[in-house]
C-alpha cells in the first residue's frame, strides 16, 4: 500500500485530465474551423500552463541538459498527441476516442517491467488484466450523442486514435524516464521547458498555417477570441499544468505499472459518467458493464 496522500494526488491528476480532455472536446465542437484556429487556441493554452507552473515555482532554476533533452522529446509528441486527440473527437465520440486512448498505458508498463524491473502483487495483476479487459469490452460499446447521427469506427478516426495512443504512451514513458535520471528533481523545470517549447512551435504553425491560408486563397478569418474561447484556453491551461505537475510527482512515489493504468482507468470512468450526463452520450449495456468493471480494476490495481 502505499501513502494517503498519493491516492488523493492520483485522484486529483484523474479530475484535471477530465478536465483538459473535456476543454478539448468543446472546443473542437464549437470553435475548430482550421489549423490556425486550433494552433492559436494551443498557443493561449500552453502559455497559461507555463505561467502557472512558472508562478507555483516562483521562476525557474538551472535545468541540466537531460531535463532540456526530454522536455524537447515531450513537446514534440505533446503537440502531434492535441492535434490527434482534436481529429479523433471530430470523427467518434468522447468516450470512445477516451477509452482508447487508455491503451497507452500498455507502453509504460511494458518498459517499467522492461527497464524499471517494477513488480505487481498477485491481486494487481488481476486489476491490471481486468482493465485491459474492459478496454476490449468497450469497444464493442455502442455510443452516441443526443441530437447528432450515432458514431461508429470509422478509418479516418482510427488514422487518428493509433498515434494519439503511440504519443500518449510515450509522453507517460519521458515523464517517468526523466524523473528516474534526476532522481525526483527538476520537476518544474522539465514542465515550464515542455510548455515553452510547445507555445513556441504553436506560434510557428499558427504564421505557417495562416500563409498557407493566404497562399490558397482562403479569406483570412480574424483572430477575435470571445470570453468562451478563452475559458476554454484557460480550462485546458489551468487542468493541463496541475494534471502535469501531480502525475510527474507521483512517477516517484508509484510504480508505472499502478500509476499509468490508474489514471487512464480513472479518467476513462469518469468521462464516461460526464458524456452520459452531460453530453448526453447514449451507452448500451456492454458499455455500462465495462463501467463496473472498470472501477473493480482500479481498485484492484490500488
Known sequence: MYAIESYIMLLASIVCITTQTLAFKFFNRYFIKNMSVYFFFQILHFAIAALIVFSVNGGIGEARWETIAFAAA???????FFFCYAKAFEHGSLSLSTLFNSFAVLVPVFVSFVFWEEHLRAIQYIGLALLLFVFVLSSRASTGEAGLEKKSITVKWVLFIVPVVLTNGMLMTIQKWQQQVTRGEEIHELLICIFSFSCATCVAGFFISRLTLKRGGTPLPPVKPDKKFIGLAAMAGTATSFGNILIVMLTTRIPSVLLFPGLQGGVVILVTVI????????????????????????????
Open 74 to 80: 515531450f513537446a514534440c509528441f505533446f503537440i502531434i
Open 275 to 302: 458524456s452520459m450526463l452531460l453530453l448526453k452520450e447514449r451507452i448500451n449495456g456492454i458499455g455500462k458493464l465495462a463501467l463496473v468493471l472498470g472501477v473493480v480494476a482500479i481498485v484492484l490495481l490500488a
